[in-house]
T-cell receptor
Framework: AQKVTQTQTSISVVEKTTVTMDCVYETRDSSYFLFWYKQTASGEIVFLIRQDSYKKENATVGHYSLNFQKPKSSIGLIITATQIEDSAVYFCAMREGNSAGNKLTFGIGTRVLVRP | GPKVLQIPSHQIIDMGQMVTLNCDPVSNHLYFYWYKQILGQQMEFLVNFYNGKVMEKSKLFKDQFSVERPDGSYFTLKIQPTALEDSAVYFC?????????????FGEGTRLSVL
């Protein structure tokens, strides 16, 4: 069964610095897809970035990048030049390649506070 | 950009009553999902739906739950009868096709309070 673990419950950083958050996953599939979403204070859930397991290069979108360490089953999210509006709860999620229903399994989330 | 709309944003009902949560997915999307989030916890998969059928459901998708999308209208989650433990935020999501690399778009959720 697939499982996603985020061990950091909350992180506080100063604006314009870099924040890194961890995520480890468990799967028996050789093919899988990893996603990061953020949930804002209003409850809105926004897709940020994706990593396909067969790709060696770390995905990058805007000021979001991933640290994909496949041997460690780890997919960390890095946010550079943080802004106040990056304050949110960040969820890591995984989808197995042979999932019949395309379901995503989510971690419990990491709350990030970006302060002035 | 395209949005998934959920109606209502908050629903309060008495235990034992029936409730229907409505989702208006992105117009050309074909796959639809419901997730449940209890306050402070992760989102948990309930069910997904394609071509008029349930593709996969979790253990959380109890017998009291049902989903449908009659005639391409709202994608609905019905709970009958409701229980106290059904209190949560229910998120609808949709994706264009079953490509495993596709990130579903989520709605803003319906907060269900069962009293």
């Amino acid at each position: 069964a697939q499982k996603v673990t985020q061990t950091q419950t909350s992180i506080s950083v100063v604006e314009k610095t870099t924040v890194t958050m961890d995520c480890v996953y468990e799967t028996r599939d050789s093919s899988y897809f990893l996603f990061w979403y953020k949930q804002t204070a209003s409850g809105e859930i926004v897709f940020l970035i994706r990593q396909d397991s067969y790709k060696k290069e770390n995905a990058t979108v805007g000021h979001y990048s991933l640290n994909f360490q496949k041997p460690k089953s780890s997919i960390g999210l890095i946010i550079t030049a943080t802004q106040i509006e990056d304050s949110a709860v960040y969820f890591c999620a995984m989808r197995e390649g042979n999932s019949a229903g395309n379901k995503l399994t989510f971690g419990i989330g990491t709350r990030v506070l970006v302060r002035p | 950009g395209p949005k998934v709309l959920q109606i209502p944003s908050h629903q309060i009902i008495d235990m034992g009553q029936m409730v229907t949560l409505n989702c208006d997915p992105v117009s050309n999307h074909l796959y639809f999902y419901w997730y449940k989030q209890i306050l402070g916890q992760q989102m948990e998969f309930l069910v997904n739906f394609y071509n008029g059928k349930v593709m996969e459901k979790s253990k959380l998708f109890k017998d009291q739950f049902s989903v449908e999308r009659p005639d391409g209208s709202y994608f609905t989650l019905k709970i009958q009868p409701t229980a106290l433990e059904d209190s949560a935020v229910y998120f609808c999501a949709s994706s264009l096709d079953r490509g495993h690399n596709q990130a579903p778009l989520f709605g803003e959720g319906t907060r269900l309070s069962v009293l």
